[in-house]
């Protein structure tokens, strides 16, 4: 599990964005915010980009979630990823997933 302190305005979208669950591992019967696909494929894009475009991992790991969530909310990820940098990244992700194109 990995925990990310609120930085900037899409931290606070990806906040707002979450699915609220009980995560019994941490104890209590407390809820706990949970990224949902959409901010987990634009954080994994930032990442992959940041990267130098090398992450084999990530590609793979956005790849995977984009075929995993066949209702993604397109909407929402494409008024994002202009604001990210990510935008043509995203396109051949998209493309990429359609096609079954792993491999970067």
Do not use: C, N
């Not at 931290?11 to 609220?20: C, D, F, I, W």
């Not at 992959?48 to 984009?66: F, M, N, P």
Request: hydrophobic residues 45%.
């Amino acid at each position: 599990m990995d925990i990310f302190p609120v930085k900037d305005d899409f931290s606070l979208a990806q906040l707002e964005h979450a699915t609220r669950l009980a995560l019994p591992a941490l104890g209590s019967g407390a809820e706990y915010p949970v990224a949902s696909s959409e901010d987990i494929v634009l954080a994994k894009l930032q990442w992959y980009k940041a990267g130098g475009e090398t992450s084999e991992r990530q590609w793979t790991d956005i790849l995977k979630v984009i075929i995993a969530t066949p209702k993604m909310d397109w909407v929402y990820v494409e008024s994002w990823a202009p604001r990210l940098g990510v935008e043509p990244l995203l396109a051949r992700a998209r493309a990429a997933a359609v096609s079954g194109q792993m491999i970067p």
